[in-house]
């Protein structure tokens, strides 16, 4: 469901503790992690990330369908004390947590909702405190070597004689300028290489990809001016030839959903991924839905 892991500290059936009693011991205790629960025989999936004891964002599978954030927070509601399925706690690291809600945005869980009162646990990314600097040690005094009394030494006096008068030099004589050197013109510079046409997938985002890059990937840049789609391509075009990447990867911000774009190197494809409302648009679809519409918010990474 989310696609980091950790490592897997317990592991209960439903009926001998419910979801419940886990999440509230966890929350309790200011843990970070995952807390799932597996239902195989219902087709249930859910996927809680929890940061210091804070309910920080939730996924989950219910009757074949995706719910993510306060909608998955209903989900869950409906769970708390059923006695099937297996639940597993993992211990993940805050990094990955955040990786994982920067894939999927719509999964925060960012106000107040029925399962936090019932649960008792505050929402949101809690922020991280950074630990404090050492205390700086001022550097010793400067000690000044001695500056030794300056001498005082007699000026002589030069006995001023009567210059005699300097012989005359004949007139230079006219030379010859040198044979004036022709600059040759400097090269012209090398025409830009042009670029094969990019072609957009038909396909969603491949999610070990999308994991792959943001982990290993480079910020490369923010841009607050909201832009068109084909302004986007350009952009994406530009960085291309700049510098030569084997992936891109930009997230954006539409109205009411959130903009995945991948571009990969070796298929010379883009794969559009548009979340909306609890729904995934990609491909050609998803062209048409960004269309004369300005897209806000744009953070490009990019892989070497």
């Not at 886990?22 to 807390?35: E, M, P, R, S």
């Not at 719910?67 to 006695?83: K, S």
């Not at 004949?170 to 072609?199: G, H």
């Not at 048409?288 to 744009?298: F, Q, R």
Request: aromatic share 6%.
């Amino acid at each position: 469901m989310f696609l980091g892991s950790g490592t897997l500290i317990e592991t209960v059936e439903a009926r001998v503790k419910s979801l419940e009693r886990v999440l509230k011991d966890y929350i309790a205790k200011k843990f970070t992690g995952y807390v799932v629960l597996r239902n195989d025989v219902q087709g249930i999936y859910i996927s809680i990330a929890i940061v210091e004891g804070h309910l920080a964002a939730c996924r989950s599978i219910e009757s074949g369908r995706m719910y993510e954030g306060v909608e998955c927070c209903r989900i869950v509601m409906n769970h708390l004390y059923e006695p099937e399925g297996v639940i597993e706690v993992q211990d993940v690291p805050y990094n990955l947590i955040i990786l994982d809600t920067t894939i999927f945005p719509l999964s925060k869980v960012e106000r107040s909702t029925t399962l936090s009162s019932v649960l008792g646990a505050e929402v949101g990314m809690p922020r991280v405190v950074a630990p404090p600097s050492p205390p700086v040690t001022p550097p010793p005094p400067a000690i000044m070597p001695a500056i030794p009394p300056i001498r005082k030494e007699e000026v002589k006096v030069e006995e001023i004689g009567v210059e005699k008068p300097k012989e005359e030099l004949p007139p230079p004589q006219p030379t010859t300028p040198p044979p004036s050197v022709v600059v040759p013109p400097p090269p012209a510079p090398p025409a830009p290489e042009k670029l094969a046409e990019i072609s957009i997938s038909k396909e969603c985002i491949d999610p070990v990809t999308l994991y792959m890059v943001i982990k290993s990937g480079q910020l490369l840049e923010s841009l607050t001016t909201p832009l068109l789609f084909k302004e986007l391509i350009e952009k994406v075009r530009n960085i291309i030839n700049e510098k030569k990447p084997g992936y891109i990867y930009l997230s954006s911000e539409l109205e009411k959903a959130t903009l995945k774009l991948i571009y990969d190197s070796q298929s010379n494809n883009i794969s559009i991924e548009i979340e909306k409302e609890g729904a995934t648009i990609c491909g050609d679809n998803a062209r048409k839905e960004l269309e004369n519409k300005l897209i806000s918010n744009i953070k490009i990474w990019y892989v070497v």
